[in-house]
């Protein structure tokens, strides 16, 4: 009877084990399907508003569903099928790159059949890109697809002695300061090289430390396409006679033509001026506060040489400024930043916007060699967050640059520029009264 017994349990437990872990098996499942169910991604914050639109709007640009940086070719937008084309061709999987040196494409345009040419940017032999509502477009950004395939242009001013010897002992310039400024502008600058942008031996804020400033202003040439304009070439001539620091490009100096002015520098900067320590980038209408700028220009460049003593990095990737984040096209035809959406699709990369930004020269020299690689881009901030965003790199938001002014109420107090590096905008005669307020702004605040 116990034997019976014994026998009935074994072969009750035998029958009951693949019903538990069938049991196990399905409760698994279940929890699993419910677990996916109620999953919700965390919610991704928008961060800017997409350029062009004021500061005032309360408008925010939609986060980007993709990366901008996007191989898969867009049919209806121009600039998409031109990267994609130059993507291909220097993909070191598709073609090799048995030299691992970057290689200068041609300069290629599509033709009106859809073709590629090669094209004469002087002689402009080349038909235009083939872009099916060319004729509805503006005709800055007509003018702007005719010579997008262009990038060089000869120097009509030039300073090739600008970052040689100097009287004060110092091997190198600390600072370059390069200001995109046009033809006409003639009290911009003269309001720069009176304060903010004096070259010479700089103290920092806390007078410590300072630094070899040069400045150079960016200019192209104006010609009747832009508007009628009065000849000023001999007042430009008489300028840079008496302060040598004007380099001028024979290339239209236009809104869509900013990104040239960065393209041709950054050549200009390799030629003659490579040993420079750190760039300022910016507008004419911008204040800057050098000794501050230096003071923290200064700290960056010591925890640089701290972090290289523990690895193999020589090179300093510094770009700062105000970064903005998520942005879209503006696709409104009446704003200054319109891009059609047959010319470009896709999100911005991030981008640090405004009247100014700060890089190291050797990071300059990394941008311009990528940006051989890189299609031009009519609106010069976005275009460098292009290049920063192929070297894998991403600008450096600094609370200090204030590409948007201050607060109205706080722009007349002294004390409110204590933590400012830039502010923008400001006249010739709002940066001379603001340059004598802060001479003394350590004992007033």
Known sequence: MGKFCKCNSRLLCMCLLPCMMTGHLLIYIMV????TISYSPPKITTHFIAPGISSNSSTLASHPVAPFWNLRLVDSA???QLQHAWDRQHNPILRGNTTGRMTKPKAKVLSENGDECLSDCTLRKCSVPLVHDLNSLPEHIRAFIRSMHCRDYPLLINQPGMCGRNSFGLHSLMLLLAVKSQVGNFENRQAIRETWGRSGLVKGESNKKGGLVRIV????RQDSSTGPHPDLKNLLELENQKYGDILQWDFRDAFFNLTLKDLLFWGWLKQYCPTATFVFKGDDDVFVRTDALLDYLHKQRE???LWRAFTNETDMDLFVGD???????????????YIPESFYKGAYPPYAGGGGVVYSVSL???????????RLFPIDDVYLGMCLHRLGLSPHHHPGFLTFDLPETDRGNPCAYR????????????MLTLWKQLLNLPGQC
């Open 303 to 305: 925890e640089h040489k």
């Open 217 to 220: 202003f960016l200019l192209g």
């Open 78 to 80: 121009l600039w998409n």
């Open 419 to 430: 933590s400012v590096l830039l502010v923008h905008r400001r006249s010739p005669k709002e």
């Open 323 to 337: 970064v903005i984040n998520n942005a879209m096209p503006n696709r409104e035809p009446s704003m200054k930043y």
């Open 32 to 35: 699993s399907i419910f677990v």
């Open 364 to 374: 300059a020299l990394r941008l311009r060699e990528v940006s051989e690689r890189v």
